[in-house]
């Protein structure tokens, strides 16, 4: 992993432990948030987090086409691109 390149499953475990005080310990890059049991409310709010953390904002348009750790990942990385 590069430099630049960031511990998506990693960010979104801390994320998750301080918006909602769940342990989200089995995490691939292939979850599907859905089978994450958090409502769409607390998902929003730990990508939220992400963004705080890393000082990047996502369109609300790429929002909802997150639909697993990679996808956000990817999302990350072309916030970081556009900066």
């Known amino acids: ?3 630049q390149e960031v511990d998506v499953i ?3 475990q801390e994320a ?3 918006v909602s005080g769940r342990r989200l310990d089995d995490l691939t890059l292939d979850t599907p948030l859905a089978d994450l049991a958090l409502d769409s409310v607390l998902v929003l709010e ?3 987090h992400v963004e705080q953390s890393l000082g990047i ?3 609300d348009e790429d929002l909802s086409r ?3 750790m990679r996808d956000l990942g990817e999302l990350i ?3 970081r ?3």
């Open 10 to 12: 990693k960010l979104f």
């Open 1 to 3: 992993m590069s430099e």
């Open 81 to 83: 691109r556009a900066a």
């Open 77 to 79: 990385q072309k916030a």
């Open 46 to 48: 730990v990508v939220s």
């Open 66 to 68: 997150i639909q697993t």
């Open 57 to 59: 904002r996502f369109d």
């Open 16 to 18: 998750a432990l301080e």
